[in-house]
T-cell receptor, first 117, second 110 residues
């Protein structure tokens, strides 16, 4: 597609349930990022995939969070045993890398709003 | 620890005046800086960027200034328009990862 696509756009779940959020990046983009924005907060880095390299998972807040990127394209962020503090908008972004020599900006999807009751 | 800081959570300006949004960073390895604009219920969209080899980049009404010695960058919008009302995030990159500030909510008053 023309842009980064995320699904679902909204997800309401009960505490303790698992959720999966999907990101379909722009075709040809080698880098994929997951961020989240909690109410009144900035963009919090979660995880970063670059090509076939091992992902940078340094931003994942707990071991309940995991992500994978299949075939260098679509990514799934999984949150197990969701807690109320997981409620946030989860944003996916993709880009060309390295940024040197090109504009290098991130292209964001519209986000998946997760509400944990 | 927040490596990119936007100390003003909000800013209001009159239509036609200049909006100045500020951003500070701590990591001297950052060599590429960007500004993003975000409307409610939408993902952030790229606005303007600057490489560390420059101190100014201009695109229409938007100009970004970089002061490397002070580890400070700013976004100037002139003249400000009501449609500019949004949350503005600054971001910095050392080459792979992007670090974002907490955002400044700009309101342009007609």
């Amino acid at each position: 597609g023309a842009g980064v696509s995320q699904s679902p756009s909204n997800k309401v779940t009960e505490k303790g349930k698992d959720v999966e959020l999907r990101c379909d990046p722009i075709s040809g983009h080698t880098a994929l990022y997951w961020y989240r924005q909690s109410l009144g907060q900035g963009l919090e880095f979660l995880i970063y995939f670059q090509g076939n390299s091992a992902p940078d998972k340094s931003g994942l807040p707990s071991d309940r969070f995991s992500a994978e990127r299949t075939g260098g394209s679509v990514s799934t962020l999984t949150i197990q045993r969701t807690q109320q503090e997981d409620s946030a908008v989860y944003l996916c972004a993709s880009s060309f890398l390295p940024h040197k020599g090109n504009t290098g900006e991130l292209f964001f999807g519209e986000g998946s709003r997760l509400t944990v009751l | 620890d927040q490596q990119v800081k936007q100390n003003s959570p909000s800013l209001s300006v009159q239509e036609g005046r200049i909006s100045i949004l500020n951003c500070d960073y701590t990591n001297s390895m950052f060599d590429y800086f960007l500004w993003y604009k975000k409307y409610p219920a939408e993902g952030p969209t790229f606005l303007i960027s600057i490489s560390s080899i420059k101190d100014k980049n201009e695109d229409g009404r938007f100009t970004v200034f970089l002061n490397k010695s002070a580890k400070h960058l700013s976004l100037h919008i002139v003249p400000s328009q009501p449609g500019d009302s949004a949350v503005y995030f600054c971001a910095a990159s050392p080459g792979n990862q992007f670090y974002f500030g907490t955002g400044t909510s700009l309101t342009v008053i007609p």
